[in-house]
C-alpha cells in the first residue's frame, strides 16, 4: 500500500504562486510515475502534470509554462509550483502514483482557491 499526503493548498489572488507537495510512503517500490489532477466544481478530474520515474514531464497544454512539476533527490516527494494563478485554477488537487500494471493511488486532496 502506498500513503500519498498533499499540503501547500490555499487562498491566493490571481497572478499568485502555490507550491504542492505529495509525500509518498508505505511500499513505493515500483512506482513508475507520479503526478497531479485537479477537480473543479462541476468538472471532471483532469490531469495537470505527471513525471515518471526516469524523469520525463507531461504537463496538460493549457497549463505549459505556469505549472511545474518536481521531485527530491530521494524520489519520496512529488512538487507542483504553480505560478501566475488564475480563478479558473480553482480546484481540488489530487496526488497520483501509479504501479505497474495498473495500480493507482491517490491522495485526499488539497484545495486552491484563487480569488480574482
Known amino acids: 500500500q502506498v500513503q500519498l499526503v498533499e499540503s501547500g493548498g490555499g487562498l491566493v489572488q490571481a497572478g499568485g504562486s502555490l507550491r504542492l507537495s505529495c509525500a509518498a510512503s508505505g511500499n513505493i517500490f515500483n512506482i513508475d510515475r507520479m503526478g497531479w489532477y485537479r477537480q473543479a466544481p462541476g468538472k471532471q478530474r483532469e490531469l495537470v502534470a505527471s513525471l515518471t520515474s526516469g524523469g520525463k514531464t507531461s504537463y496538460a497544454d493549457s497549463l505549459k509554462g505556469r505549472f511545474t512539476i518536481s521531485r527530491d533527490n530521494a524520489k519520496t516527494t512529488v512538487y507542483l509550483q504553480m505560478n501566475s494563478l488564475k480563478a479558473e485554477d480553482t480546484a481540488v488537487y489530487y496526488c497520483?502514483?501509479?504501479?505497474?500494471?495498473?495500480?493507482?493511488?491517490w491522495g485526499q486532496g488539497t484545495q486552491v482557491t484563487v480569488s480574482s
Open positions: 497520483n502514483a501509479d504501479r505497474p500494471p495498473g495500480i493507482t493511488y
